[in-house]
């Protein structure tokens, strides 16, 4: 199965490496054309995965037509981006594997169900799970979810993308991987906040399973299945992600809990910080759908601007006792 890669960041390049531990050849498509360059040249993306050096059975180009061909395509642009770059190529009958983890601002769409409109007889999967690039990309030890409802293609995927280090886990719940994925980045956002504001591992561990709470509430009112939600694209991402300054979320999460302004901190970074995007949308989600998300709207309310993080924390902290099932 030749593999195309839709996206050059960390994620991206890291799963071309995967893809071609085997010594099977990858495409890689990259925006930028220094990213491009520097792959097929130096065998590096410098700019988002620097010190890690790639298979040189990863080729990488500027040209989304190059990519006819491919009998599975990875996409791992950011997810505000999926629509417009799906609307760029021709993938019928081609599998799209959806690996970015947000929501669609306006739509309020998963990447899936873009995906699903912008390439109505395309195959859906959907990789998620508990995955910094770089450690991907140096062979360290992974497991994902591979969620995707045909479950002759999930295995078919799985099997040509597993590596000894690298395990995906089968799933057919497309969505519940995804809101997994798409939750807890905006949960990191909060727990950043905690470390930067020094309110300790206490406070850090409440606001995992507090968090994990409002994820499990958002992801069944949608149709996700609690074991999804408990599992490597939910409870396992959330755990990692609110771990570590490693993960970009947490550590724009830190920026502002020591009191520096979100426009400030995401003019500063080339990367992304998905739950920065997402936080807003979630937001109007959950309440379209009648769920409370108060630590999700506690982030919406910092990264507007609209409170400080002592208020937001007073405010949080201040909520009236409930049992813990609620
Ligand atoms: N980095 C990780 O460890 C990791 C792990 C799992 C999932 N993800 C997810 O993968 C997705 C991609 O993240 P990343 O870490 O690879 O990105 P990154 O921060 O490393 O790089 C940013 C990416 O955005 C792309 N980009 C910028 N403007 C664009 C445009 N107009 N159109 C298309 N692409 C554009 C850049 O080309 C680059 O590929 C995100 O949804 C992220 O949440 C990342
Ligand atoms: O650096 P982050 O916060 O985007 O997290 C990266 C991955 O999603 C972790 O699984």
Redesign the pocket.
């Known amino acids: 199965m030749k593999i195309g890669v839709i996206g050059g960041g960390a994620?991206g390049t890291a799963l071309a490496q995967v893809a071609a531990a085997g010594g099977d050849p990858v495409l890689l498509w990259a925006l930028e054309p220094d990213v491009v360059e520097a792959v097929n040249t130096a065998r590096e993306n410098p700019v988002y995965l620097a010190g890690v050096p790639l298979s040189p059975a990863i080729r990488a180009t500027t040209r989304l037509a190059d990519l006819q061909g491919c009998e599975a395509l990875l996409v791992v642009t950011p997810a505000q981006h999926v629509r417009k770059i799906l609307s760029g190529i021709d993938a019928s009958g081609v599998p799209l594997v959806l690996c970015a983890?947000g929501i669609e601002a306006g739509s309020r769409k998963l990447v899936s169900e873009v995906a699903e409109e912008v390439q109505p007889d395309a195959a859906i999967a959907v990789i998620s799970?508990?995955?910094?690039?770089h450690e991907v990309a140096k062979g360290l030890p992974t497991a994902v979810t591979l969620a995707c409802a045909d479950e002759a293609l999930g295995a078919s995927l799985a099997s040509r993308l597993a590596r000894p280090n690298f395990r995906p886990y089968a799933s057919t719940d497309v969505i519940g991987s995804e809101i997994g994925?798409a939750v807890?980045?905006v949960l990191?956002i909060a727990c950043g906040v905690v470390e930067g504001r020094g309110l300790g591992l206490n406070a850090r561990s409440a606001l995992i399973a507090r968090g994990f709470a409002e994820m499990t509430r958002f992801g069944l009112a949608k149709g996700a299945r609690v074991e999804t939600l408990s599992g490597l694209s939910g409870l396992g991402?959330l755990v990692?992600?609110c771990s570590s300054t490693?993960?970009?979320?947490?550590s724009l999460g830190k920026g502002l809990g020591e009191g520096r302004g979100a426009a400030e901190l995401m003019a500063d970074r080339r990367t992304?910080?998905?739950?920065a995007f997402t936080a807003p949308v979630l937001q109007e989600a959950a309440r379209a759908t009648g769920v409370d998300m108060p630590v999700v709207d506690a982030v919406c309310a910092l990264l507007d601007g609209s409170a400080s993080a002592d208020t937001i924390v007073s405010a949080l902290l201040a909520r009236p006792l409930r049992p813990e099932g609620r």
């Open positions: 994620w983890k799970g508990p995955t910094f690039a994925g807890k980045n990191a991402d990692l992600t490693q993960s970009r979320n947490f992304i910080a998905e739950g």
